[in-house]
């Protein structure tokens, strides 16, 4: 029998995420809705909706509408809110691009989803216009968000005395195209409709206590869905007022929390680290803070306790996935109690199975088994990919996540292992599938595949076996700095070990358990 959430269902609107959180701000229409947590400079409710509608009248006046996608490739800034409810209003479709793509990776995307312009900021230009270049859109299909010599900019669409279009979107249409590799191969466009996102917002309404007494500290990433419905849209949606950091820098970090009095802070478990463990928190008034909350990747609970007793505040985890739009179990405001191992319950509407991928079979309470989800906040498939779609949702509904998890007799999930290809390292994906490919393009590598391992702290970092072409006398400095240059940071191979062959099956698959077991025996 699937797990129900032990919450009642919540009613998700049957509306396009504008309607849904654009609508009667009331008192807080003049109330600050995003500020720039370096600056100080902040947007209210009632602004970031004019500026919503002016951004969607220029876009439109420029012939953007209903299926054309516009790429989001920028850090987290009030203006990014601006922007992403923009396109959206103007019934067009945004992706979210990884601000440290590099030219190629951008590019990949950009050709991927059919993006047609690119928001952007103007440090960012270089690697646009290599990107645009590449993908042989034209170089002006560009929107600063800043300024720039020569450029279009958001003050410019700003300055439109046109009328926004007519809302011609429904709830059931595509809202967004964030990237990720799901449980397989490369990065894939995820197709999360305006429902998924409302239905989302519906449900972790339900769990946490965000209300607009909350600050909320948005250093995540708004390209990433963590950042793009934990942060920004909750926000916008329980009228709190969201702190926005444009990248982590941890005496920034905290200097911006202390002084805006930040009250809820998202995180990924690399920053619960130094939250607990590094002298310079000290060094701040951070009793401003009621809740810490990490999802993304493993918390450490004893990690997770220490940051509680430093900071006194409550931590919560919570687990999700991109395509899940992404939160689908999370501890619930009122449970500080809760065992930080776990990822607690099931959100509202949310059917979870846990299934043996051996037999098939559904497991019990205390039994391992892969994590199956079902709800409205599942997405819709992977664009123009129906094979990595058929093997991601199964005909009842069932979004296979490809987390291995157990759960209590009270409904309480623990995610205790991954069986898909994907590392996670600080939080953020790598897929190795993409790794690997990009490794046989180097002439020395006869063949190379990507595991994750453990470092000496405990992170997930990628290892690539790689195997040498006869007579080849490559260093792994040199594998290393061939991927490094090519890539984001993030995705870099941190090891590399060299191997006489690549264990594979019959059919030419790599045979990842066989690398893991022989690290294991390390
Ligand atoms: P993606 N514990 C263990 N693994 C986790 C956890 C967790 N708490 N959360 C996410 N993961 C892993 O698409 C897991 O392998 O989305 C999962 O399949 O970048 C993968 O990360 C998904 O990676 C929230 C809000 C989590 C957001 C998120 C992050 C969504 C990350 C909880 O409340």
Redesign the pocket.
């Known amino acids: 029998m699937p797990v129900r959430s032990p919450y009642a269902d919540v009613e998700i609107p049957d509306v396009p995420l504008f309607d849904f959180l654009f609508t009667d701000f009331g008192e807080r229409a003049g109330a600050p809705a995003f500020v720039d947590g370096p600056s100080g400079a902040a947007i209210t409710f009632a602004e970031l909706e004019g500026m919503v509608l002016k951004i969607a009248a220029a876009l439109s006046e420029r012939g953007i509408g209903a299926g054309d996608v516009v790429a989001l490739f920028a850090p987290n800034t009030p203006s990014y809110a601006a922007v992403f409810h923009g396109i959206l209003r103007a019934n067009a479709i945004v992706t979210s691009v990884n601000s440290l793509y590099t030219p190629g990776e951008l590019a990949h995307q950009l050709g991927d989803s059919g993006a047609k312009l690119v928001f952007t900021v103007s440090p960012f230009l270089d690697r646009v216009t290599a990107a645009l270049a590449e993908v042989g859109l034209p170089a002006d299909a560009v929107v600063v968000l800043d300024a720039a010599e020569g450029r279009t900019s958001l003050r410019d669409l700003l300055a439109t005395t046109a009328e926004p279009p007519a809302q011609t979107v429904t709830a059931g249409d595509t809202a967004v195209l964030p990237y990720?590799s799901g449980t397989t191969g490369r990065a894939k466009g995820v197709i999360l409709t305006h429902r998924n996102l409302v239905a989302n917002l519906c449900q972790i309404a339900e769990m946490g206590d965000v209300s607009s007494e909350t600050k909320i500290l948005a250093v995540l990433p708004f390209f990433?869905?963590?950042g793009m419905t934990?942060m920004m849209n909750q926000g916008l949606h329980r009228r709190a007022t969201v702190v926005t950091m444009p990248k982590f820098d941890l005496p920034e970090f905290l200097r911006v929390i202390s002084e805006h009095r930040v009250s809820r802070v998202y995180i990924a478990p690399p920053v619960a680290v130094a939250l607990a463990k590094h002298p310079i928190v000290d060094q701040y008034d951070l009793s401003c803070i009621d809740v810490v909350?990490s999802?993304?990747?493993?918390?450490d609970a004893e990690l997770g306790q220490a940051v509680a007793k430093r900071l006194n505040c409550t931590v919560l985890?919570?687990?999700?996935?991109?395509?899940l739009s992404?939160?689908s179990h999370?501890m619930p405001d009122d449970r500080p109690d809760m065992d930080l191992n776990t990822?607690g319950f099931a959100i509202p509407n949310v059917e979870s199975k846990l299934v043996d991928p051996e037999t098939g079979q559904e497991v019990g309470p205390g039994e391992r088994g892969e994590l199956w989800v079902r709800g409205p906040n599942v997405m819709s498939g992977y664009l123009n990919n129906p094979e990595a779609t058929a093997i991601t949702l199964d005909d009842e509904g069932y979004l296979h996540?490809?987390?291995v998890a157990t759960v209590t007799e009270d409904g309480v999930f623990t995610?205790v292992d991954?069986v898909k290809e994907?590392i996670?390292y600080k939080g953020y994906?790598v897929p190795p599938a993409e790794l690997e490919a990009l490794l046989l393009t180097h002439d020395e590598i006869a063949d190379a595949a990507v595991i994750g391992v453990r470092d000496a702290d405990g992170e997930e970092v990628p290892k690539a076996f790689v195997v040498r072409q006869a007579g080849a006398n490559l260093g792994a400095a040199e594998v290393m700095a061939f991927v490094a240059e090519r890539i984001a940071p993030h995705k870099k191979v941190r090891v590399v070990e060299f191997i006489d062959e690549i264990p594979k099956s019959a059919s030419g698959k790599i045979l990842r358990k066989d690398l893991r077991a022989r690290e294991a025996e390390r």
């Open positions: 990720s990433h869905i963590y934990v909350f999802g993304a990747a493993p918390l985890q919570g687990y999700g996935m991109t395509e992404p939160v999370c990822c996540t490809g987390d995610i991954r994907l996670k994906q």
